[in-house]
């Protein structure tokens, strides 16, 4: 989006903007400078990453966005490859630096900034397929994931059926949603219209 589409987001009184930069542009620049209007207006920030990439997902949390949500993770293993990418010591190994934004350019102290961090950042992972469906239990029991967020279409190219709306699809976005439940993570969804939510 552009930052006054954010902005617009902002003195409507929205809880927070999701920035898309696996299917949207991805230039960083323009990531920083919708953040920044975004936290002007008391907005949160989740942006979608385009990979499961430790220096994109490092870059985009420094830059001061609440959270991440990384797609296509099809088991633990890589579920804990975000975890690892997102997560400061001793849960993960991101790079510690308290001068760029998210430390408030160096005026919070590390321990604050630390707390801060683990207290307010989301780390959401994306089921894209049949094989994450299958191992949905493990992803969701890496400590440090947050909550999954299921993708409809690419999970009907996994399938092999032509939409979203398939049967098979929605019994796993349905047995996704209820292991979310179980295990008291959060459950994010894109939905196209009021009756979905």
């Keep these: 989006p552009s930052e006054e589409l954010v902005e617009m987001a902002g003195v409507a009184g929205i809880d927070y903007v999701f920035i898309d930069c696996e299917h949207g542009p991805a230039d960083l620049i323009a990531l920083r400078q919708h953040i920044t209007v975004a936290e002007l207006h008391g907005m949160d920030v989740l942006v979608r990453v385009g990979q499961n990439e430790p220096a994109l997902i490092q870059r985009v949390l420094d830059h001061g966005a609440t959270g991440i949500v990384v797609p296509h993770i099809d088991n633990a293993e890589q579920a804990r490859a975000v975890v690892q ?16 934004r998210a430390g408030r350019f160096g005026q919070v102290p590390a321990r604050e900034h ?18 994450g469906c299958t191992n949905t239990e493990e992803i969701l029991a890496v400590p440090g994931i947050d909550g999954v967020m299921g993708g409809p279409a690419d999970l009907a190219l ?9 049967e098979r699809v929605t019994e796993a976005l349905g047995a996704l949603h209820t292991l979310t439940h179980d295990y008291n993570k959060l459950r994010m969804e894109i939905v196209s219209g009021a009756a979905q939510i």
């Design 85 to 100: 990418q997102a997560r400061y010591a001793p849960i993960g190994d991101r790079g510690f630096a308290t001068y760029g």
């Design 114 to 131: 630390l707390q801060a961090d683990a207290d307010r950042t989301i780390v959401i992972v994306m089921i894209e397929s049949h094989t």
């Design 158 to 166: 996994s399938f092999g059926v032509d939409g979203p709306s398939d």
